[in-house]
């Protein structure tokens, strides 16, 4: 990954974008946060779900409910999911 210093942090998007390439570029600017800019990608986009706290959580509270028997087997789900004909009332 490649420094690029910004001079102006007016600078559109657009520039700094082209600028940024395939493999990303680390911005630097006097006096301001240093910021990363990258192409997202399947590795990077599950890098961050997995660290994401909600998911973690809801994975926690999902195991739980299975550690408890609270849970339904594969098949069950399918039986849930197969197609019956809608019935019809004669009345």
């Not at 998911?55 to 087997?73: H, T």
């Amino acid at each position: 990954m490649t420094i690029h210093r910004l001079k102006d942090l007016q600078t559109p998007i657009g520039d700094v974008l082209k600028v940024v390439g395939p493999d990303g570029v680390l911005l630097e600017s006097n006096g301001n946060p240093e910021f990363a800019l990258m192409p997202l990608d399947d590795d990077l986009i599950d890098f961050l779900i997995e660290r994401n706290p909600r998911l973690i959580e809801e994975c926690r509270q999902i195991q739980q409910r299975m550690d408890a028997g609270q849970f339904r087997s594969h098949d069950e789900v399918k039986k849930l999911f197969q197609f019956s004909p809608p019935h019809t009332d004669k009345s």
